[in-house]
T-cell receptor, first 109, second 115 residues
Framework: KQEVTQIPAALSVPEGENLVLNCSFT??????LQWFRQDPGKGLTSLLL?????REQTSGRLNASLDKSSGRSTLYIAASQPGDSATYLC????????FGAGTRLTVKP | DAGVIQSPRHEVTEMGQEVTLRCKPI?????LFWYRQTMMRGLELLIY????????DSGMPEDRFSAKMPNASFSTLKIQPSEPRDSAVYFC?????????????FGPGTRLTVL
């Protein structure tokens, strides 16, 4: 059974810092990996989808990488802003979507 | 497109009552997923459909839960009878390819409270 772990569970940084969120998974036979953002009391917003054949995806200040062989993905956020404060979830898809517990990010002005 | 639509947004009911949650996927998407989110267990996949057919319902907690997708634009998740431990946020998501390998888009969720 796929296990997805996200480290750290919570992170607080000053505005402007670059930061990295980590996601690890136990079964490397995946179709894709997706990063989401969830604001308190809201649904999930898709940020980036990386197919199993890809190594990274970029969208604006966000860059996600995937190393299938080692079972790891990172989400890099450049020049963080207070509006980036949210919980970030990674989800691994191998015919059964498994979510990590999330990293709660706070960016202080 | 309006995105994935879920109703109701909030539901408060008493133990033993039947609860029906509704979802309208994004037009053109042919995969639909039901999830449950709690503080204790995080996000869990309950069931998913490809082309209106249930593919994997192994995440459905017990027989009190059932899901249907009578057509490509509508799905329901029913709990009968409901119990306090069913209190959670229930999300519906859809994606565009039957293989499930495409990006999933989530609805706003239904917050269910069973008293």
């Amino acid at each position: 059974k796929q296990e997805v772990t996200q480290i750290p569970a919570a992170l607080s940084v000053p505005e402007g810092e670059n930061l990295v969120l980590n996601c690890s998974f136990t079964d490397s036979a995946i179709y894709n990996l997706q990063w989401f953002r969830q604001d308190p009391g809201k649904g999930l917003t898709s940020l980036l989808l990386i197919q199993s054949s890809q190594r990274e995806q970029t969208s604006g200040r966000l860059n996600a990488s995937l190393d299938k062989s080692s079972g790891r993905s990172t989400l890099y956020i450049a020049a963080s802003q207070p509006g980036d404060s949210a919980t970030y979830l990674c989800a691994v898809n191998n015919n059964d979507m498994r979510f990590g517990a999330g990293t709660r990010l706070t960016v202080k002005p | 497109d309006a995105g994935v639509i879920q109703s109701p947004r909030h539901e408060v009911t008493e133990m033993g009552q039947e609860v029906t949650l509704r979802c309208k996927p994004i037009s053109g998407h042919n995969s639909l997923f039901w999830y449950r989110q709690t503080m204790m267990r995080g996000l869990e996949l309950l069931i998913y459909f490809n082309n209106n057919v249930p593919i994997d319902d192994s995440g459905m907690p017990e027989d009190r839960f059932s899901a249907k997708m009578p057509n490509a634009s509508f799905s329901t998740l029913k709990i009968q009878p409901s119990e306090p431990r069913d209190s959670a946020v229930y999300f519906c998501a859809s994606s565009g390819r039957s293989s499930g390998s495409n990006e999933q888009f989530f609805g706003p969720g239904t917050r269910l409270t069973v008293l």
